[in-house]
């Protein structure tokens, strides 16, 4: 690369200050007159070189600001970009502090694959410079990022890797503390109540006084914790003392959020102690509040469905519960829709679009040579939607290979049916999309050990109507099978199935397929709610569901293939989830499970030495 010339330096020069100082204008005013000059100027501070160094603090910077307005989205391409850059010039500082505002902006909008890798890599960058403090905050974030896909007993490893810490200074013991608030949250979560009390015990003890805004805000969301976990453990009258000291708490700061959720801790206290027309009150007006504010709404919604359930109420909590299932559903389609155009965008460079692609090949005489171009490019594209799927399911099978086993097997069954190749391709992606919809359903229902009341299963079924709708407005092409299956593959044969009580052959034959392929995966592998189920049982569940849930023809030819699966291969699983083992989240929740034995390690044989030195 030819050095740039003194007019060109000039000009990269003044525009590394501009961006400067419009930034460090918006960090501390905490707003900016127009974020859309501060985005394009951190955008194009990744095209220059002028001041590296420079260039990515402010650039960072940039991130930070968009990050705290509640405009993540706009800080991820900016964080990635300077993750790029800072690996370009081995800024090895740079580097980890891009990776984590990855993390942290990929997150917060729901893009759990993507936060994970960036926090995988961190983790390696941190540990090989054996940083504890880095670490530390890797660990921290990425717990969070786990609460905020569901997968509590993942998140609460990565807690304990910051609450093994043990030291006088004041930053470890507020980080220690704030790990352990987040651990009685996912006890709560988990209905494990008594360490959930355990937790949020040691977070108070360790958090001393709150002497500033901040401190004060995390203060009341632990005693927010402590009150619902009181409340569990049926202690209601601790409870209306820590909702008491949530009040207190919050009037240190004028933080709406820290109103808010004093008000849901005192509204609940009230409820469970007796006062429910009191607590129920307060509740619905602090729900007004949070929506007029868009601050919390959630959080109060799931509140009040459980202090109208507590009071007698089903059929006002339902009310509620559709609430809150119509806001997450919104949501998370919105997320989901966001971060495939992210992926598409980041695609365009790299790949030609889909009509160049036929053009370009149609010249040529290899047909298939074309078919492949195609399908190369569309799994590209669907990566992003493959790996939210995937999360989705995380919460039913911990391993991250249902989706891909169905979408094998599927395939398989679609090639004994006589499909033609390129409908058994499109079937194979497409099926590991049919329940990517659960992201947009309640962790309440989703996880729920127990067996699912009428509302909740209600609400449940509507997994495959926000799944269609997520991949039919995904604007990537050929997207219809995906949809249907989402859509259908709940649907049953003899007409009493959901969302549309489609029957026979009027259901897709792409869902019919899968349908089967889901069930089985389903019954053979545990789940929260139920026991793997041994494979002639499974086996002999389909055959009796012949006519009535399933196409009769695809489950005769669905009992051979499996039949001749197994005594093909030894391992089953292992031949129908091989897709897994190139998907680059699952590798990234590898490279942590690894990281997190070693630390357990580590801190064992700590623990050794130093009972070696007691004695």
């Not at 997207?479 to 029957?503: C, N, Q, V």
């Not at 019954?523 to 049982?537: E, G, I, M, Q, V």
């Amino acid at each position: 690369m030819e050095p740039p010339s003194s007019g060109a330096s000039n000009a990269n020069l003044a525009l590394l200050k501009q961006a400067d100082a419009q930034i460090s204008l918006a960090l501390r005013d905490g707003a900016a007159s127009d974020p859309r000059l501060i985005e394009a100027l951190a955008l194009q501070l990744a095209n220059i070189r002028v001041d590296v160094p420079e260039q990515l603090r402010v650039m960072l910077d940039a991130v930070r600001f968009f990050y705290v307005s509640g405009q993540a989205f706009t800080g991820l391409p900016i964080a990635q970009k300077a993750r790029s850059l800072a690996v370009e010039v081995a800024d090895a500082t740079s580097t980890f502090d891009a990776l984590l505002l990855v993390g942290v902006c990929a997150a917060d909008t729901g893009g759990l694959p993507t936060a994970m890798e960036a926090y995988a890599d961190a983790l390696r960058l941190a540990g090989g410079i054996a940083d504890k403090v880095r670490e530390r905050r890797v660990w921290q974030n990425l717990g969070v990022a786990l609460m905020y896909g569901g997968l509590y007993g993942e998140a609460i490893n990565c807690f304990e890797c910051v609450t093994s810490q043990t030291s006088d200074d004041a930053g470890v013991r507020a980080s220690v503390a704030k790990a352990y608030g987040n651990i009685a949250l996912c006890r709560l979560n988990l209905d494990e109540i008594r360490a959930g009390l355990a937790a949020i015990e040691q977070a108070v003890t360790l958090s001393g006084e709150s002497n500033d805004a901040q401190s004060a805000l995390n203060r009341v969301m632990m005693e927010n914790n402590y009150t619902r976990l009181l409340l569990e453990a049926d202690n209601f009258e601790g409870a209306k003392e820590h909702a008491k000291l949530a009040r207190m708490y919050a009037s240190r700061t004028k933080s709406p959020r820290a109103d808010i959720f004093a008000a849901v801790a005192e509204g609940l206290a009230e409820v469970f102690s007796g006062q429910a027309d009191v607590g129920i009150t307060r509740l619905t007006k602090t729900l007004d509040r949070a929506k007029t504010l868009k601050v919390s709404s959630r959080e109060v919604l799931m509140a009040l469905v459980k202090a109208l359930e507590f009071s007698g109420k089903p059929d006002q909590a339902l009310i509620y519960l559709r609430q809150l299932l119509e806001q997450q559903s919104a949501t998370q389609k919105q997320n989901v829709l966001q971060h495939v155009k992210l992926h598409l965008k980041q695609l365009h460079p790299a790949l030609e679009d889909e009509a160049n692609v036929i053009r370009r090949l149609n010249t040529r005489q290899e047909v298939l040579e074309g078919r492949v171009a195609k399908q190369a490019l569309f799994k590209a594209q669907v990566e992003s939607m493959e790996r939210i799927a995937v999360v989705a399911e995380l919460r039913d099978d911990s391993t991250g290979a249902h989706s891909y086993r169905v979408g094998r097997l599927a395939s398989l069954l679609a090639k004994e049916n006589g499909c033609d190749e390129e409908m058994i391709f499109m079937i194979d992606i497409a099926a590991r999309l049919h329940d990517i919809g659960k992201v947009g359903i309640p962790d309440g229902i989703l996880l729920k050990p127990a067996k699912l009341n009428a509302s909740e299963r209600e609400v449940m079924k509507t997994h495959t109507t926000i799944g269609a709708e997520v991949l039919a407005n995904s604007n990537i092409a050929h997207m219809k099978t995906a949809e249907e299956i989402a859509r259908f593959h709940h649907e049953w044969w003899d007409g009493t199935g959901y969302p549309s009580a489609l029957g026979g052959d009027a259901i897709p034959e792409a869902a019919r397929i899968t349908a089967l392929a889901d069930v089985f995966d389903a019954l053979t592998h545990k789940r929260p709610y139920k026991s793997a189920w041994p494979l002639d049982s499974a086996m002999t569940e389909i055959m009796s569901l012949s006519g009535r849930q399933f196409d009769p023809k695809l489950t005769e030819l669905f009992l051979g293939l499996i039949a001749r699966l197994r005594r093909e291969h030894d391992d089953l699983d292992a031949y129908l989830g091989e897709a897994a083992l190139d998907s680059p989240f699952l590798q990234a929740r590898d490279k942590i499970k690894k990281t997190l034995l070693q630390t357990a390690d580590s801190a064992d044989q700590g623990a050794e030495s130093r009972l070696d030195l007691q004695r």
